[in-house]
């Protein structure tokens, strides 16, 4: 299977907040804020860049990732994610190793379901060890998201 690094997810209180500090801070780029909700699983959230580096802040609302920000607080970073030329090729491959893909929720995800609500190909590995999860992005899919997210920005800071 073909992967490549991407970034990281940290969740945190206030995504206001930590945009702001980490331009701030590390002149980082800032996304426009974005919206993931489905299944019970609401978020905020936003992209911070610095050239080629990229990390997500996520405020969780409501679902899974709310209960693990109330229980491991601000700035828990909770999953890597990496990117794949071909999805369904890395689904196929990780159910050959008896692995199933899982989708957001931890529920099975079917070859036919990889997409997320933001249009992009996605899939999970079960989490194996506590709370760090491992998710991989379809290449161009997740490139196009991102272009998409900052072409959005007017100001560099979310919104």
């Not at 993931?36 to 969780?60: S, T």
């Not at 995800?109 to 506590?130: H, K």
């Amino acid at each position: 299977m073909q992967l490549t690094f991407s970034h990281v997810d940290v969740l945190v209180l206030n995504l206001e907040e930590a945009c702001a500090y980490y331009q701030a801070v590390l002149n980082a780029q800032i996304s426009r804020t974005l919206v993931w909700e489905r299944d019970g699983l609401h978020v905020r959230y936003a992209i911070a860049r610095m050239r080629a580096e990229r990390f997500m802040l996520v405020q969780p609302l409501a679902g899974n990732l709310k209960e693990l920000l109330d229980t491991h607080g601000d700035g828990t970073i909770y999953r890597h994610c990496y990117s794949t030329p071909d999805i369904e090729v890395a689904y196929d491959e990780l159910v050959a190793r008896g692995v199933q893909p899982e989708d957001e929720n931890g529920k099975p995800l079917a070859r036919d379901q990889l997409s997320a609500p933001g249009g992009n190909r996605i899939l999970w590995l079960p989490r194996r060890f506590g709370n760090f999860s491992i998710e991989l992005l379809e290449q161009a899919s997740l490139e196009q998201f991102i272009a998409d997210a900052f072409a959005g920005a007017e100001t560099g800071m979310a919104h």
